[in-house]
């Protein structure tokens, strides 16, 4: 996109504080809020930090692979020794076992046609696609409809329409036979010749028939919903599940010339099909299964689930699948396609190229699958030409479906612009094409094109009204953005944001935006202009608007001068940084013309915003850790597939991390100009290989050695100490066996002998990170709770980006009553820890009691950031507009925090948040509500000195 998932937490922080430890106070009460908008959020008083098992976060989370992983190996085949045995092996996923047995039944019995269509099933199952044609020449004996119908079909897959559209038409000569002209009519479809008068008659011969009573099996159901697809209106697809979900409730046949279950499977695999049409993944998949229910070796199912799952980008899921389908038919089209899609995505050119041009076009000769890759190469490396021959090719038949994988190729790439040129040219040819009006209307979306993107997809929507992603969008625009957002400009900058309390937010937002593009235009000496921002409010409006459907679990993303994001209304992440990270890939993105790799991008926005501020790094050297001693880190030569192939969040973390440590060393080591050398060669087509040796002057094996060595002394240096067992993936050993005792003691609440076991620990060869902090928390619990502070210092060495040992030492100063000891940690967390409301609310109000205005402001800048309309936040900003002078501003900001002050946790807390309001409401003049507020928040015994100082003052204010 290139994404930007800067929502992440701290790293995990490195340790997570034991669930029996976790009536500990936390170093900050102030909760950010927890749903958009703020106002009603739940402010509730937070007094423990989460608890945290032992190991962290290094653990493999659900989801997360390992780099080397292999699909499972099918079964061999199994010795078939009898008719019914050879049925049930075609029937349960033994192909071959039932092949070699009705070889031989055949030769006996020429003329018995379930032997010989069984047969054939067999061979087409395995890809023995010349065996499979022989034993359905249709000159040995008397062939049924049912044998010229799968006989069409091999010569479709083969490319040979003609001799197919031949055969069904031999078979629809007789005027009972439904299925043949449901086949037949389908690939007059798919050949673009919908609007023939044979393929209208065609569609009414069968719409007649079922209106009629007679399609009654399973067979001439699945022809009608042909034809409710070939209709290709509004209700074509709601047509064509009613039939195809009626065909499916009917009992399996015995009567047929195939077997009852091979009718069946092809109904489910069209109704898969049709649900992938409308980018229903989930319950195409479930369609699918429920003939690998029956046959986990299925492979036109299994390769239907692959090309499920790589609609939806699981790259990993459907290598998997494919891989599996094609180990039980190598010549699978469809399975074949979905690799060599992949391998195109992930930047793997060669292998993409060489599986289209040698296996699927060896297999199917002019797939539009396999064109569209070869075009989409072309277009990676800048090839005008080459895909001028490939469209042309495209374009002998019907040239709709190569454009629309093409299409769909080049958004999974990233590659914005050069889709719309691709669905131009598709609109040119099918201006009314409900699938080409709606990719197309996405995409101008994606370029900031709303007028001309909203009308394609009302234009789609009219034809076809089951497609999730037009509706969806739609509906965002209809029912959402027009009624509650506005747009603010700025110059060349367009910002879209919620209109309620936009005053609070927009100046905050534009100050950062402005910030961010005077030094990133410095950096590149490129000005990405015009440029527009779209800020929602809620998650799901935002993934709706960024991809068409609620599921996006990204904060920012950027599709090149349009940025999408999910604004700082909840508290769940830094908004500035996700606002310098995103307007970072702009740069890449122009520069590179939309073809730089997932990695550089990301890897340049995260060093762009450390740099721009150094508490967003992403540092997370305990995850790198702990993946480097799983095997399960990636080399720089594979970092691209780290992102593409991440199973589960934590996952999606290590690539992000690694990524920031590779341009990170690559900036600091060559500079800054080389990687924008690279960035310009990406977008002539260059690779990796090709670019590191032309700008780097090394190959690309060199550097990665050369980043290698840097990073593990790195990690080495920011990770010390012992770890358990279950951290550094080892057997325990007596050290482990001491700590599990220690927090067995703990868990008894046997406290003295939990510290005399862990300082038995770390007397030995066990000091270490997780045994300082345990010790700690344990001597929290007691009366040497001051004793802590020794062992939170040691924990800080073992690992000195890790930021809970400073809040620990926070809540220390906080419970000996240390104010200024407590800031001077909470600024210094916030210093680390970029992406935390609590600390930054904290060092709020004790700065405001303290007349402290460097760190008020300091910290405010932060709780802005994060959670501009908190209450807190918007108090901090009073007591600032009335110290510069502006009485009605500080006036204004008071009142709408004081909002829903009667209203759910804000009418009894929490305190910090009560004391900020006080001093606000007291320095806009509002004397009244000032003195309401103190008393409440003076009523709090374990209120600052300082604080209760201040608010006795302006509570007893004449």
Avoid at 278 to 303: F, G, S
Wanted: proline content about 6%; charged content about 25%.
């Amino acid at each position: 996109m290139p994404r930007s998932w800067s929502s992440r937490p701290r790293a995990a922080w490195p340790v997570r504080l034991l669930a029996v430890l976790a009536a500990a106070s936390a170093a900050c009460r102030t909760a950010p809020p927890s749903a958009a908008p703020p106002a009603s959020s739940d402010l509730s008083e937070r007094t423990a930090p989460p608890p945290l098992e032992l190991g962290g976060p290094q653990d493999l989370e659900e989801g997360e692979e390992p780099v080397a992983k292999q699909p499972p190996k099918r079964p061999e085949p199994v010795v078939v020794s009898d008719l019914p045995g050879a049925f049930a092996a075609l029937e349960q996923g033994n192909p071959e076992g039932a092949a070699a047995f009705l070889a031989g039944a055949l030769r006996q019995k020429p003329g018995d046609e379930k032997v010989r269509l069984a047969l054939a099933h067999a061979h087409l199952a395995t890809g023995a696609n010349d065996l499979a044609a022989a034993a359905l020449d249709p000159k040995l004996g008397q062939p049924s409809a049912a044998r010229l119908r799968l006989l069409a079909r091999l010569l479709a897959a083969r490319g040979d329409r003609a001799g197919a559209i031949a055969l069904l038409q031999k078979a629809t000569a007789e005027p009972a036979e439904l299925p043949a002209r449901g086949e037949l009519l389908s690939l007059l479809v798919a050949a673009g010749q919908d609007k023939d008068p044979r393929a209208v008659a065609l569609r009414e011969q069968l719409y007649d028939a079922y209106d009629a009573g007679k399609a009654k099996t399973v067979e001439e159901l699945t022809a009608v919903a042909r034809a409710a697809l070939a209709r290709g209106s509004t209700g074509a697809f709601h047509d064509a599940n009613m039939v195809l979900g009626e065909a499916e409730k009917l009992p399996l046949e015995t009567g047929a010339p195939e077997p009852g279950y091979v009718l069946r499977d092809r109904a489910l695999l069209l109704r898969g099909a049709m649900f992938r049409e409308k980018y229903a993944a989930t319950e195409a998949i479930e369609t699918y299964e429920q003939i690998l229910r029956r046959d986990a070796w299925h492979a036109e199912a299994l390769a239907g689930v692959a090309v499920a799952h790589l609609e939806e980008l699981r790259l990993a899921a459907a290598s998997d699948a494919a891989q599996r389908a094609l180990q039980v038919n190598p010549r699978q089209t469809e399975a074949l396609g979905v690799l060599a899609k992949v391998a195109l995505v992930e930047g793997r050119r060669d292998e993409a190229t060489a599986r289209a041009q040698g296996d699927m076009l060896a297999a199917s000769p002019g797939h539009p699958d396999a064109l569209a890759v070869l075009a989409g190469a072309a277009l990676a490396r800048d090839d005008q030409a080459a895909y001028a021959r490939l469209r042309d090719q495209a374009a002998a038949g019907n040239p709709l479906p190569f454009y629309l994988a093409l299409a769909d190729l080049l958004v999974s790439m990233h590659m914005y612009e050069q889709t719309g040129t691709v669905l131009d040219e598709a609109a040119g040819r099918a201006p009314d094409n409900a699938y080409v009006q709606s990719a197309k209307g996405l995409n101008l979306l994606r370029l900031g094109k709303e007028t001309e993107g909203r009308a394609a997809l009302k234009a789609a929507w009219k034809r076809d009204r089951f497609n999730e992603r037009t509706r969806n969008t739609l509906d965002l625009y209809d029912q959402r953005i027009d009624p509650l957002y506005t747009d603010v400009s700025d110059g060349d900058l367009s910002l879209r944001l919620l209109k309620e309390d936009q005053e609070y937010v927009s100046g905050d937002m534009l100050a950062i935006i402005a910030r961010a593009r005077q030094s990133l235009d410095k950096r590149y000496a490129l000005r990405p202009t015009p440029l527009r921002i779209e800020v929602f409010a809620d998650p799901s409006d935002f993934s709706v608007r960024t991809i068409g459907v609620p599921s996006l679990g990204a904060v920012g993303v950027c599709f090149g001068r349009l940025i999408t994001a999910v604004g700082p209304y909840a508290g769940t992440h830094n908004f500035h940084q996700v606002v310098w990270h995103e307007l970072a890939h702009v740069y890449a993105v122009q520069l590179s013309k939309g073809r730089v790799p997932r990695w550089f991008t990301e890897g340049l926005s995260e060093w762009e915003s450390e740099l721009a501020d150094p508490s967003w790094a992403r540092e997370s050297a305990e995850l790198l850790a702990a993946a480097r001693r799983k095997g399960t880190l990636r080399r720089l030569s594979e970092l691209e597939l780290a992102f593409l192939r991440a199973g589960s969040a934590q996952a999606m973390e290590v690539a992000y991390t690694t990524a920031a440590y590779a341009i990170r060393y690559l900036g600091q080591t060559y500079g800054l100009p080389r990687l924008i050398a690279m960035l310009k060669g990406y977008g002539e087509g260059g690779t990796t290989e090709a670019l590191m040796e032309r700008h780097l002057g090394k190959p690309l094996a060199v550097v990665e050695k050369d980043f290698e060595t840097w990073l593990f002394g790195q990690l080495d240096a920011k990770v010390k100490g012992w770890e358990p067992a279950k951290s550094r993936g080892d057997k325990p050993d007596e050290r482990d066996k001491l700590l599990s005792t220690a927090l067995g003691h703990a868990q008894k609440k046997d406290m003295t002998s939990a510290a005399r076991a862990l300082q038995q620990l770390i007397q030995g060869r066990g000091d270490g990170y997780i045994p300082r902090m345990t010790l700690a928390e344990v001597l929290m619990q007691g009366p040497s709770w001051k004793q802590a502070a020794d062992h939170y210092e040691k924990a800080r060495g073992f690992r000195p980006e890790a930021v809970e040992p400073i809040i620990r030492l926070g809540e220390l100063a906080r419970r000996d009553g240390d104010v200024a000891r407590e800031k001077a940690l909470l600024r210094e967390g916030l210093a680390i820890d970029g992406m935390s409301y609590d600390p930054a609310a904290r060092l709020v109000m004790l700065a405001a009691v303290t007349a402290d205005a460097p760190n008020r402001d300091y910290a405010l800048d932060r709780a802005a950031a994060i959670a501009p309309l908190h209450p807190l936040t918007l108090g901090g900003q009073a007591l600032r507009a009335a110290a510069a002078g502006d009485k009605p501003r500080a006036r204004s900001l008071s009142d709408r925090a004081l909002k829903h002050m009667n209203d759910g946790p804000l009418a009894k807390g929490p305190v910090d948040t009560l004391v900020v309001l006080a001093l606000a409401a007291e320095a806009a003049g509002d004397d009244t509500r000032a003195k309401i507020l103190a008393a409440r928040a003076g009523a709090e015994p374990k209120l600052p000195a300082p604080a209760k100082q201040a608010m006795e003052r302006v509570r007893t204010a004449k």
